[in-house]
């Protein structure tokens, strides 16, 4: 079996993204795959957890009723990290389903923080930034939060959900959140000529680190950042940075090279990668067979990635 008949034999959700993104399958095949994202497998059974009024678990980052876990780890099964799970998985904003569901969410889902309408944002940029990257995949209006994290952005060009409390250095998990929505919400709306910088400055940030590189001394930042996590919730690690800067298209920028050269030296000799670093919590269910096994998720990012890299720097 090859690497991609092994990915085709997975969950809808992997599957319809192996075929747009690694064998080319024409148009309506990736159309009829990706449909049934919502009727079967990993999709269709998060779908099925959602709450009459929209929301999952009962509240918009944490659960109402708590969910801590013993291993200390934060609960994943609020609203929030379930669209974001949707969303990765590819489920059709347009879908009946998610239409209903999203127009729920923005009647009913208020943020624990300040009570905040849902698609009207919090105060933490991190947060914000899931909330305008779900706002703009799923037709809502987020003008007004991504507005919000462009006067955010600190000096440095990233983001820090701390800034409030009086950071003024920035954060590789804040800036990655808050790029992937400002990128989203420019691929729906065109974004501004303001976002558009802010957004091209927090790449600047993150590509004069090298993607995991202290710019001070060279040393690594985080030996987490090496390891390949999915979902990555609200973390950073190298394979989400290069997943980012794919989906923002145009060439690969030569500062991410020592990345990439990570990235493939961690293929097994199956042609697989592994999942590395499972963040611990509460979850629906698990996706996968756990840390130190195959990883269908990572290897399809890992393999599409790398199709990019190389297209762009050997056409």
């Known amino acids: 079996m090859t690497v991609l008949d092994w990915l085709l034999a997975g969950d809808p959700s992997v599957r319809w993204q192996a075929l747009r993104d690694l064998a080319d399958a024409p148009v309506d095949v990736v159309a009829a795959e990706r449909a049934r994202v919502l009727t079967e497998g990993s999709g269709a059974r998060l779908l099925a957890l959602r709450g009459a009024d929209g929301q999952w678990a009962g509240g918009a980052y944490f659960p109402a009723q708590g969910g801590d876990s013993d291993d200390g780890g934060q609960p994943w099964t609020a609203t929030t990290y379930s669209l974001l799970q949707l969303r990765d998985f590819g489920a059709e904003p347009d879908s009946e389903q998610m239409r209903r569901t999203v ?137 989400r940075a290069l997943e980012y800067f794919r989906s923002a298209g145009g060439p690969p920028d030569p500062r991410m090279a020592e990345a990439i050269g990570l990235l493939r030296s961690k293929r097994q000799p199956d042609g697989t990668w592994l999942l590395e670093n499972t963040y611990p919590g509460q979850v629906h269910f698990e996706l996968e067979d756990g840390d130190g096994r195959p990883s269908r998720w990572n290897t399809l990012r890992a393999l599409r990635v790398l199709r990019w890299y190389d297209a762009g720097t050997h056409p």
């Open 103 to 239: 127009a729920l969410v923005r009647d009913n889902c208020r943020w624990e923080e300040g009570g905040q309408p849902y698609f009207t944002g919090e105060v933490e940029p991190c947060i914000n930034g899931m909330a305008v990257g779900l706002g703009a995949y799923f037709g809502q209006d987020v003008d007004g939060v991504a507005a919000r994290l462009v006067n955010e952005q600190l000096d440095d060009g990233g983001w820090n959900c701390w800034a409030e409390h009086g950071a003024v250095v920035s954060s590789a998990a804040t800036t990655i959140n808050v790029l992937e929505g400002l990128l989203a919400h420019e691929q729906s709306t065109g974004g501004s000529a303001e976002s558009i910088e802010a957004r091209r400055r927090g790449e600047e940030y993150l590509l004069e680190r090298r993607l995991f590189r202290r710019k001070s001394t060279g040393g690594v930042i985080d030996p987490a950042w090496l390891e390949l996590s999915f979902p990555t919730r609200w973390h950073y690690d190298v394979l």
